[in-house]
Every structure is written in C-alpha cells, then in structure tokens.
C-alpha cells in the first residue's frame, strides 16, 4: 500500500501543491479552473484525483503535495463512503494541517443529517477543518477556492508568520459535547 | 367518402401539423396540383378539413386512399407507439431474392386465406424498409380501419419490427410473414421502443461501434486535457481506460434511442439476514427496469464516470451484444423451464 507522505519531495520556490480528491469528479474540475486562475502571485498547482492511493506511474512527476483536500457530496452515500476509504492511505504527516474536508450538498434537503454528522465526527477525530461549500454557483464556487487558496498557501509556508499546525488548531473542526456522546 | 374515411382523413389530417400538410398531401398524389393551390393552409383545421373532404369527394377517394395518407403519416413519423422486434429464423435457399411484388402478393395471400375480412397495404419507402398496414376484422365483421397494424420489413434481412398488434391475431400475422419471406420461423427478439430507427440500428449494428485494442487508443484525442498547464490528472489513464471500455460496450458517438431495459429475475436470493427468504427453495421473483429517454446514453456515463464499475457487466452490455432489453435471469444450472425464453446467468 502505497502511503502518500508530505515530505518526502523537496518544496519549489514560490510553488503551493494542491490535491482535490473527489469520487464525482464534478466540483473539483471547476475548483481547480478557478484556483489556476484567480492566483497570479505564486504558482498554484493543482492535482486531480479520484481516489486514494494515487497510481504508482505519476510518483515521479507528482510535486510535493502541500494540501489534501477531500471533497464529499453528501447527496452520494458513494461519496462519502469512498473518502472514509482514501483517508486511509495518507501518511500521518498530513494530519498536521495539511487536511481539509469540503462538504457540499449539505443544504439539500433531502440529505440525512447523519451523513454530515460523520463528516464532521471525522474531522473533528483528525483534528482537520471541515469547509461547507456551494457547488451549483459560480459565486460559491469562487469562495470555495479562495478559502482553500489560502488555507494552501499557510500549509506551503508561503505566508510569514504563520504554519499549518498554528493554522489547524484554529479553525479545526470541533464537535459540541452533547453530539460527542453517541 | 363514407363515415369511417371521413373520420380517418380527420383523425391523419389533425395529427399533421400545418408545415408539413402541404408536402404531405403533395405526396398523396390524389388531389390534383391545382386543387391544392384552392385549398388555403392558413385556415383552421376544422375548416381546412372541410374543403379537404369535398376536395376528396369530387375525386372519388375512398377508404382505400385515405388510408394511404395515414400510412404516410406513419412513414414519416415512425417514433409513434412502441415497436416490437421479432426475428426470422432458419432462412431458406430463396430468401435472398424475395422481392417486393412477390413479397406482396404472398403475405396477401397468405393472410387473405385464414381471414376472409382483412385489408392490407404494402408500401415500400425509401430506406428499403416495406411498410405494411394491416386493418383486421374477422370472419363476420369488416376490417376495423380505425385500429391498424403497422409491420416494417426490410427485405432480406431477417428482422421484422411490428407495432399495436393484439395477441389474438399474432399467430396470423407471423405465419404470413414466415411463409412469404420464405423463412421456416420466427421469434420474439425481446427488443421493444418507441424509436424504430433505433431499433433497426440496435439490431442491425447500425450505430459508432467500438471494439478492443491492445495498443492505440483512438478516444486519446477527444478527451479533453485540463485546460491549464498547472492542473494535473491522477487518474486520467484510468478515466480513458473506462470511456473505452463504456464505448466498447455501449457504441460510440450517438447510440440508439432505446428507452427501457427490464430484467426479470427468477433466481434464489442471495444475501444476509431474512432467513425467511434464503431458505426457500423456489426462486425469489422481482422485476428491475431501467428507464431513461437515452437508455444506452445514460449507461455509457455511468460506466465512464465510475458510477459503474468498469469490465461492464454481461447484464448490460448484451442489450448491445443480443440486442433485446427484456431478459428473463434464471439459476444456473438444470430445471426450470423458464429457461428456455431467457438468458442463463
């Protein structure tokens, strides 16, 4: 099993590495065309991928990944099943900060709440934020990216002052007591 | 013009639109050029429908003519009802040279001599494909003008496609088309739809296919590459390798129209808990239907997203392969008698 690790690769000057895993494949394209485009001051790459782990062939070429971020649609049980499962197969060195989770789909009515609820259970365990973001618009698709651009851009070390962890133990997910019992 | 003329001119002429009256009746070939110049296509088409019927009575049209105009309704918009498949089988020496005037003249006949009360109009159109309008009546009654049969036969080819017949006269029907296309039987090719084109592509293979290749990959180019140099794909080797294998299974490019599949399941169940259900002995009975106004379109996405696993299961990908979307699953394996009709899994 191939583990996907944060620091094996050495960082490029002014270069932040994301990686969007989305079973759908529907939000993370129109993320990443926004992400490309919006940031001009530093060089913004962007992985796409399915699924964990990533196939063996693009090792050589993948840049060293800055921040993770799965994408789950709460309307697909699928999807949210297939991100319990990618989880597995990233290196513990990215749960310093370099994690995110972004739920869409959560205003959808027809929804369970449980399936939100484990969204924000597992975050809450991995000490990682957890985003809601529109995917229908292209107004929340724009404020999806920008958050991620600057949520990847403290995890790249690009922004003085700040790092992932400092970053982390301050908009990690946290769970109220009450919901934690069960 | 009788009642039963009158109230078919009414019934074609309304289902018509207004653009396509002109041509429509141009090609007729029973009202004269100069009479339709009298005939005003602006009017209401109740209005129109009158001068149209005196227009009619002055030519002495009947029943036999009016129906010719329904059937080139018909012919030119074949996507009305839902067509049915049948295929001929064990063709004799001279099925290949049936022709039309003989093809004619025996399915009348043939038809004509279990039925003292049928009418029948052969036409062939362009496409090769013979069209044929079947009003039936029986022994004491005239035909019923008003509930037609309509059979499509492309000659020499083995399939038949038919639509709004009754069970009472299939049997009728079947052995004329056997013995005038000099075929020894026919069956039902379990492939049914609103689309005839389709169906004729479906089973005739008339569509983008696309077969297994071990080294060049065609579908390269026209999937699209990120539009940005800084956006890279994990998968992108794997996503090509599922839109292959979903156009292997499924045709490229537009597929035929096809809009159910039905899989009739008659085999034990499998799965945890209810004891109730596993140890029963006779088969668990349920039916799946899948609908779409794209059937085939929709699967191929499914595949080529991942939504579907990837190999396409031989459940969906024989809709292609045997072309039928009605399938019968029964246990492997001797016994039932259900097997005979459908496909073993």
Redesign the interface.
């Known amino acids: 099993m191939a583990l996907l690790t944060p620091f094996n690769k050495m960082p490029e000057l002014n270069t932040a590495n994301i990686?969007l895993v989305e079973?759908?494949?529907q939000f993370q394209t129109k993320l990443?065309?926004v992400i490309?485009?919006y940031e001009k001051q530093i060089?913004?790459?962007?992985?796409?991928?399915?699924?964990l782990p990533?196939?063996i062939?693009?090792a050589d070429?993948?840049p060293r990944i800055d921040l993770v971020v799965f994408i789950v649609n709460l309307i697909y049980e699928r999807s949210l099943q297939a991100m319990e499962s990618s989880i597995k197969h990233l290196d513990s060195g990215f749960f310093v900060g370099k994690v995110c989770f972004l739920v869409t789909g959560a205003r959808c009515g027809s929804v369970s709440h449980e399936r939100l609820l484990s969204v924000r259970k597992l975050a809450a365990s991995l000490h990682c934020p957890m985003l809601c973001a529109e995917d229908q618009t292209t107004e929340g698709v724009r404020a999806a990216a920008l958050r991620l651009l600057s949520i990847v851009k403290v995890s790249a070390g690009l922004v003085p002052t700040a790092t992932a962890l400092y970053l982390s133990a301050l908009t990690r997910c946290t769970l109220p007591a009450e919901l934690d019992q069960d | 013009m009788d009642d039963i003329a009158t109230d078919i001119l009414r019934r074609t002429i309304r289902k018509i639109p207004v653009k396509k009256l002109q041509d429509t009746l141009k090609s007729w070939e029973h009202i004269s050029t100069s009479q339709l110049e009298t005939l005003d296509f602006s009017q209401p088409k109740w209005v129109f429908l009158e001068n149209l019927r005196s227009l009619c009575e002055e030519n002495d049209l009947n029943v036999k003519h009016v129906t010719e105009l329904e059937m080139i309704y018909h012919i030119r918009n074949p996507n009305q009802g839902t067509w049915h498949a049948c295929q001929l089988l064990e063709a004799e020496d001279e099925a290949l040279s049936v022709e039309l005037t003989q093809f004619r003249e025996q399915f009348k006949a043939h038809l004509m001599e279990v039925m003292r009360h049928v009418s029948v109009k052969i036409k062939k159109h362009e496409d090769q494909a013979i069209w044929i309008r079947i009003a039936w009546g029986d022994n004491f009654n005239k035909p019923n003008q008003l509930k037609p049969t309509y059979v499509v036969h492309y000659l020499q080819t083995p399939y038949v496609f038919v639509s709004k017949l009754s069970s009472k006269h299939k049997p009728y029907l079947y052995q004329a088309l056997v013995l005038s296309t000099r075929h020894s039987s026919i069956k039902d090719a379990h492939l049914s739809g609103s689309s005839l084109i389709a169906l004729r592509d479906l089973l005739m293979r008339q569509y983008q296919q696309v077969f297994p290749t071990n080294q060049s990959r065609p579908l390269q180019e026209r999937n699209a590459l990120?539009?940005?140099p800084?956006?890279?794909?994990?998968?992108a080797?794997?996503?090509e390798k599922r839109l292959q294998m979903a156009c292997e299974a499924f045709g490229d490019g537009t597929v035929p129209k096809l809009e159910t599949a039905v899989y009739r399941l008659e085999t034990k169940y499998k799965g945890n808990g209810n004891d109730t259900l596993i140890d029963r002995d006779e088969p668990f009975k349920g039916v799946v239907q899948f609908t779409s106004t794209n059937l085939l379109e929709s699967l191929r996405h499914c595949v080529a997203?991942?939504m579907a696993d990837a190999p396409v299961t031989p459940l969906l990908s024989s809709i292609t392969q045997k072309g039928r979307n009605y399938f019968v699953i029964t246990e492997k394996g001797p016994g039932a008698a259900s097997q005979m009709t459908g496909r073993k899994i």
Do not use: Q, Y
């Open positions: 990686l079973n759908e494949e990443a065309d490309v485009n060089n913004v790459n962007v992985r796409l991928a399915r699924k990533l196939p062939e693009n070429t993948r | 990120p539009s940005h800084n956006i890279g794909k994990e998968h080797e794997l996503a997203s991942g």
